[in-house]
């Protein structure tokens, strides 16, 4: 049986004699276990020091745990523990408090050195975690009525971080940077299946981008900035370009197809002002073939070597005066003009220098002009 002077350790005021409190804490040491009372359940504790009230109900504990760490333990008017300051198993500190229901509500505490905050409600613990991690940062957690951690804030070793996961604890969004790339700051949302499908950021070499993604990751569209000007591009499941518009420093606009390797088979380019042309490659060669406009109006078709030089063009003006040249590397050529009005000539060239004209006029008269042995020889034929 305990002591009458621990049974009665009760007092109207807040504060007892200092006294008279150690004096409790020795006789309450040195008593036998109590009566079994009808009671709820008590913690399992052994070498306790406890205060009770006028009806011998335990409102206060100070003992040792089946761990052996030292726990102080408050009990409400029902016996129920509400509140508890010891050390864990782990022997670390740490603060709990206790809802009607038994559960813990409130837990602060220590963690390998790193403090603790836990939250929980409802039967299912819901509820809000706070950490600060000693080697990577601050940490705030969300959970749902499962008890499944569902949304994250984090400073990770100085980048912030915002991560929201499904039912099934996959990551579904992404909001922040990397520890490896600080600059790059971005939002990311991924599928069921794992994939990246849409992301918005900026990094430090484009100001904005936007990525999108189809299928099972078998194409993905990027539009972003480069330089300051826009760019859109179209990459495959090999991470190959194979379309791009642009808009280049020179104010051009551009769109590129490209072969599966990665070479511009088409590119249509369009100046400032006026018109554009259109470039065909086989693969081999800068530019085969182009197609275009002028900006004087002009309509163009040529082809170009690998070396880069216009070896056959074909042009109309506004004018309708039409225009054929072809040209070898050695500077030979040939050019052919109609004037629109009955004009028709052509013009022989062997190494910059005219060798040979011959065409005929509005009136119908042939002519004919060799240049050749630096004689001219004049043949005319109506």
């Known amino acids: 049986m305990r002591t009458e002077a621990s049974s009665e350790l009760t007092h109207s005021s807040r504060w007892c004699h200092p006294v008279t409190f150690a004096l409790a804490l020795f006789l309450g ?22 205060l009770r009230d006028s009806q011998g109900r335990i409102r206060l504990s100070i003992c040792l745990d089946q761990d052996e760490c030292p726990q102080i333990m408050l009990f409400d008017p029902a016996g129920h523990p509400r509140s508890r300051i010891g050390l864990s198993s782990e022997f670390e500190p740490v603060i709990r408090m206790t809802g009607s229901n038994g559960e813990d509500a409130v837990s602060l505490g220590l963690r390998e050195d790193s403090p603790q905050l836990r939250l929980e409600c409802g039967e299912g613990r819901s509820g809000i975690r706070i950490q600060a991690e000693a080697t990577r940062g601050p940490e705030l ?13 984090a400073i990770d070793r100085g980048a912030p971080q915002l991560s929201m996961l499904d039912p099934g604890l996959k990551p579904r969004l992404y909001l922040g940077t990397e520890v490896s790339t600080p600059d790059n700051y971005g939002l990311r949302v991924t599928s069921d299946d794992g994939l990246s499908r849409a992301e918005v950021g900026t990094t430090k070499n484009s100001p904005a981008f936007i990525l999108v993604s189809g299928g099972a990751g078998e194409w993905s569209a990027l539009a972003m ?15 190959i370009e194979r379309i791009r518009v642009s808009l280049t420093p020179q104010q051009e606009s551009e769109v590129a197809l490209c072969s599966a390797e990665g070479q511009i088979s088409v590119l249509a380019r369009c100046p400032k002002s006026g018109f554009g042309l259109v470039n065909l490659s086989d693969g081999d060669s800068p530019t085969a073939v182009f197609l275009g406009k002028g900006s004087s109006g002009d309509v163009l078709a040529g082809i170009v070597d690998a070396a880069g030089c216009r070896r056959a ?37 062997r190494k910059g220098k005219t060798r040979l004209l011959a065409g005929f006029d509005k009136t119908d008269t042939a002519s004919f002009m060799s240049l050749d042995s630096e004689e001219i020889e004049t043949w005319r034929s109506k």
């Open 225 to 239: 900035s480069r330089g300051g000007h826009p760019l859109l591009s179209f990459v495959d499941s090999t991470d």
């Open 313 to 349: 063009s074909l042009s109309l003006t506004p004018e309708d005066r039409a225009y054929a040249s072809v040209q070898d590397s050695t500077a030979s050529s040939a050019f052919l003009t109609n004037d629109g009005k009955g004009l028709c000539k052509l013009e022989l060239n």
């Open 141 to 153: 957690t969300l959970s749902d009525g499962d008890g499944l951690e569902r949304a994250r804030l």
């Open 29 to 50: 040491c040195a008593a036998g276990q109590g009566t079994n009372e009808s009671k709820p359940e008590e913690p399992r504790i052994h070498n306790s020091v406890e």
